[in-house]
């Protein structure tokens, strides 16, 4: 959800500077946006850290010291007080004890550190065991951190990246002491320009004793910072399984299909990856081999399971979620399978494998041959203390909200989410429409456009494998007027070639009377549309939603022949606040507003275009300070520390009926209370105020 956009900024890292200069070259010799940037550097590895017989990883979440950055102004001068080099016990500056992985803006009392804008440094020391020096690789890896990041251990640089939600790592043996103490010290800076995705503004304010940075931005959510995600420290084989990538099918006679393919890493040359072969087994859930294979160069390959279990959705079949567990072994020399030892390989990794089969056209969305209808949510990672940090125990509660309400899907609005998170909903049975974090795109430069394929780029390569991601979401409420149309064709075309395998949605928010001018929407595979009718729109009309809520998805349908899903609607409350006639934030005016949405979608359901609808939002959230967000974003089911409001028992009952309705779900037991009789309550009127005592 967007409130007024941001536009022009004045800070840009180098990094972006080197692309924007390249694309201008390339535009002075004539190449449009489309031919700029076709191809990028590529995104490789970064396989989720495990532990095996090959591997070891240690964690290295807890309490670190930060430093709050002392630059201020639109610009990073921050590196050159060289805080990395004796360490930030050495800076002379205040350590502030801090959580990793959490937000730091709500851990501490200062105002200071909540609104700060600029670069904070992090510290740890670790250990590297003795037993890693030159029998392994070592590697670093950070799972977010937001917004740019560089490391530096042992006052020596190693890495640096930009793109909250996303993770990244570096092979650190050259520079570490094994079996000895090191220091870690990471730069985090906040700061969002006109090129960063999401985008933001800068000013340099003067406050009361010295000037101040200020950031703006035109997304609706609270800009948290900070090592959002947990950090790992782990091992490999000197020559070690680099990549895996998989894709399924299920056929109607029951047989699972596993394409995958394989990367090696530790020699460069093709000849040198011929003395060497994977072997490759797939496990059910009772540890039963049901398919192996033993490959060589260029180590792809497919597996055939008869009699597969598929992966299905939550409360779309009695068992969701099944996955198997597929086990990839890498060996040197020339043995074959019969002959092949586990004392003889060099390296083991292993992955959880959902098969299923997604296919799509311009009338349905089918999911192992049976026509999907999404009910769920957009959602933030966002806590009271925790900020956007993950958090295991908050992740779980989520996911038990989500199965008691009875919802089969979520998007991860507005940016990656977890890959902790992601693995739970291939277990748990809840589809995902995976979404990069450009939000509120406007001004499309072309540096701007290498940001946000490189976005995409390293959001499929991380989720690729994953059962529940159903879609890619390219962007949440852009600009899509004549100005973007290059733009967009662009990185429509850059994403396609990255994974055919999953259809392209976004959700817009272009106003109706400027639909046709969109330049986005026919380029996609589903129409998502965000429209706030009863609340931004029409505000307080009960009876100004239904039939504008059927116009428009039938509008975007006729203009794109599309597949069409309503991504948000919703009204804030607060359970305190009671009307009688309800009034705009109280809890019955959010509960009528839902229910003349569900009319809406239930005329929509009769054609097979229309797939879904997603209440905005899970939870409450925290936003910028406003006087339009007293307290953040209220619109949520559920409230901040997750406890259902009024309108969740109400979306409850209808998410478990669209269940059984469509999949024949069982409905809980607890669904209805007892309240008189057995008889079915009539539709009665009210005498007095002639109104309706049953809702739809």
């Given at each position: ?5 941001a536009?022009k900024?004045q ?9 924007l200069?390249i694309g201008?070259?390339?535009l002075v010799?004539?190449s ?6 076709k191809k990028?550097p590529a995104?490789s ?6 532990d095996s017989?090959?591997r ?5 979440d807890?309490?670190w010291q ?5 630059s201020?102004?639109l ?5 050159q007080?060289n805080l ?14 801090m959580a990793?992985?959490a937000?730091?803006?709500?851990i ?10 600029g670069p904070?440094w992090?510290?740890?020391s670790f250990f ?8 392994l ?12 990041a ?6 020596q ?8 939600g ?6 650190v ?6 079996g ?5 010290t990471?730069?985090c800076d906040n ?9 933001g503004?800068l000013?340099?304010d003067?406050?009361d004793?010295?000037k101040?940075?200020?950031?703006e931005?035109?997304f609706?959510?609270?800009n948290y910072a ?8 782990y091992s490999t084989?000197?020559v070690?399984i680099?990549?895996?990538s998989v894709?399924t099918?299920?056929?109607?006679r029951k047989?699972?299909?596993i394409?995958?393919?394989?990367w ?11 003395n060497?072969y994977?072997?490759?087994q797939l496990?059910?859930q009772?540890g039963?081999?049901v398919a ?5 160069h260029?180590f792809k390959g497919?597996?055939r399971?008869?009699h597969?279990?598929a992966?299905w959705p ?7 979620g099944?996955l198997?567990?597929l086990?990839?072994e890498?060996f040197?020399?020339?043995?074959e399978i019969?002959e ?8 083991v990794?292993r992955?959880?494998?959902g098969?299923?089969?997604l296919?799509?056209?311009?009338s349905?969305?089918l999911?192992n ?5 999404l009910?769920?949510f957009g959602?933030h990672?966002d806590?009271?203390i925790?900020?956007r ?5 908050l ?6 909200l989500?199965?008691w309400?009875g ?6 609005s507005?940016y990656?989410?977890?890959e902790e998170s992601?693995?739970f ?33 390293q959001?499929i390569h991380?989720?690729r494998?994953?059962?529940s991601?159903i879609?890619?979401s390219?962007?949440?409420e852009p600009s ?5 149309a ?5 990185l429509?075309?850059y994403?396609?070639?990255l994974d055919?395998g999953?259809p392209?949605?976004?959700a817009?928010?272009t ?12 380029l996609?595979?589903i129409l998502?549309?965000?429209r ?5 729109l029409?505000?307080?009309s009960l009876?100004?939603?239904t039939g504008p809520v059927?116009?428009?998805a ?11 899903i309503m991504?948000?609607y ?8 009671r009307?009688?006639?309800s009034?705009?934030?109280s809890?019955d005016f ?16 009769e ?11 899970f939870?409450?959230?925290q936003t ?13 089911i559920f ?16 998410y478990f009926?669209?269940?059984h309705?469509?999949n024949q779900?069982?409905m809980?037991?607890d669904?209805?209370e007892y309240?008189v009789?057995e008889?079915k309550p009539?539709k009665q ?7 309706d005592?049953?809702?739809?």
């Open positions: 959800m967007a409130s007024p956009k536009s900024l800070f840009v890292n180098m990094q972006v500077i080197t692309w200069c201008m070259l390339l010799r004539g449009s946006l489309e031919i700029d940037f990028l995104t590895g970064l396989l989720f850290p495990q017989e090959t070891e990883v240690r964690s290295l807890g309490i930060m430093v709050k950055g002392s201020s102004g610009t990073n001068k921050e590196n007080e990395f080099e004796k360490g930030l016990s050495q800076s002379g500056r205040h350590l502030i004890p990793v992985p937000s730091y803006n709500d501490t009392v200062s105002r200071s550190l909540r609104d700060h804008v904070v992090y510290e740890r590297v065991p003795s037993s890693w020096d030159r029998r690789r070592t590697w670093l890896r950070f799972g977010s951190v937001h917004y740019r560089e490391v530096w251990i042992n006052g640089h190693v890495v640096r990246h930009s793109s909250g996303l993770p990244f790592e570096a092979e043996g050259g520079v570490v002491n094994f000895a103490e090191n220091r870690l990471v730069m700061r969002l320009d006109n090129l960063t995705v999401p985008q503004e000013h340099e003067g406050g004793t010295s101040r940075t200020r950031q931005y035109g609706d959510f609270f900070g090592i959002h995600r947990s950090v790992f420290l084989p000197l070690f680099s990549d895996v894709s099918e299920y056929t109607s047989v699972g299909i394409k995958y393919r394989l090696m890493a530790g020699k460069s040359t093709t000849k040198w990856r011929r060497y994977f072997r490759v496990r059910d009772q039963e081999v192996q294979q033993v490959i060589r260029p497919r597996l399971v008869h597969a279990r992966w939550y409360l779309m079949d009695l068992e969701p099944y198997y567990r086990k990839v890498l040197e020399g020339d043995s019969e092949t030892s586990d004392d003889d390989r060099l390296d990794y992955m959880s494998v098969i299923r089969s296919k799509w056209d311009n349905s969305l999911l041959g049976k026509p999907l209808y009910r769920g959602r990672e806590s009271e925790r900020g940090g993950h958090d295991n125990p992740m779980l509660r989520d996911f038990n989500l199965r309400i919802a089969n899907a979520y998007r991860t507005h990656p989410y977890s992601m693995q909903a291939d277990e748990q049975g809840i589809m995902v429409l995976d979404e990069c974090s450009a939000v509120d795109l406007e001004g499309f430069h072309a540096g701007l456009l290498h940001n946000h394929m490189s976005t995409m780029e959001l991380r989720d494998n994953h059962p991601v879609a890619w390219l962007a949440n899509c007027t004549l100005k973007s290059e733009y967009f064709k662009s429509v075309k994403t396609r070639n055919h999953r392209l949605t976004a817009l928010a106003p109706s009377d400027e639909a046709s001018k969109c330049k986005l929407a026919g996609l595979d998502g549309f965000n706030y009718n009863g609340w931004y029409t505000s307080g009876d100004r939603i059927e116009t428009e039938t509008m975007w349908r006729n203009l794109t022949k599309k597949l069409v991504m948000e919703g009204a804030d409350s607060i359970d305190s606040y009307s009688l006639p009034l705009m934030g809890p959010q509960r009528q507003l839902y229910s003349q949405h569900f009319q809406a979608f239930d005329k929509l359901r054609n097979s275009w229309f797939i879904g609808e997603f209440v905005w939002n939870a409450d959230f910028a300070q406003s006087y339009t967000r007293i307290g953040g974003n209220r619109k949520g409230t901040r520390n997750r406890q259902p409001k009024e309108v969740a028992y109400v979306l409850r009952r209808r009926g669209l269940a309705k469509l779900a069982r809980p037991a669904l209805e309240i009789g008889s009539s009127a009210d005498h007095e105020s002639g109104e005592i049953e809702m739809y």
